[in-house]
């Protein structure tokens, strides 16, 4: 499966962006999906995951109450809604996919999409 993510752009503190990702080769159905960021100079970190169905959803403490995980599997899409975004938010958005596991750690992911950069001026 090739992952796609994209929707992100430059905006101001206070704004919101969505992102989605979507997959082509097989169905997006098929998995658990998360997404990362990795801001400048830093390590690549857990943000949301969200299973296959939709029904299990984690969040890290830093984005909990501010970013909501969902999908749409009629339309082959996990989306990363980012509301209230502060400048410690730019980072380059990475979605994630595997057919079994669903966590938080980069290992449990076995498909990468290639990124998309969200900037927060303040």
């Known amino acids: 499966v090739q992952l796609q993510a994209f929707g992100g752009g430059l905006v101001q503190a206070g704004d919101s962006l969505r992102l989605s990702c979507t997959s082509s080769?097989?169905?997006?159905?098929?998995?658990?999906v998360g997404w990362f960021r990795q801001a400048p100079g830093k390590e690549r970190e857990f943000v949301a995951a969200i299973s296959r169905a939709g029904f299990t959803t984690y969040y890290a403490d830093s984005v909990r109450g501010q970013f909501t995980i969902s999908r749409d599997n009629a339309k082959n899409t996990v989306y990363l809604q980012m509301n209230s975004l502060k400048p410690g938010d730019t980072a380059v958005y990475y979605c994630?996919?595997?057919?079994?596991?669903?966590?938080?750690?980069?290992?449990?992911?076995?498909?990468w999409g290639q990124g998309t950069q969200v900037t927060v001026s303040s």
């Open positions: 080769g097989r169905a997006l159905g098929n998995y658990n």
């Open positions: 994630a996919a595997d057919h079994i596991r669903l966590g938080t750690e980069l290992y449990e992911y076995e498909y």
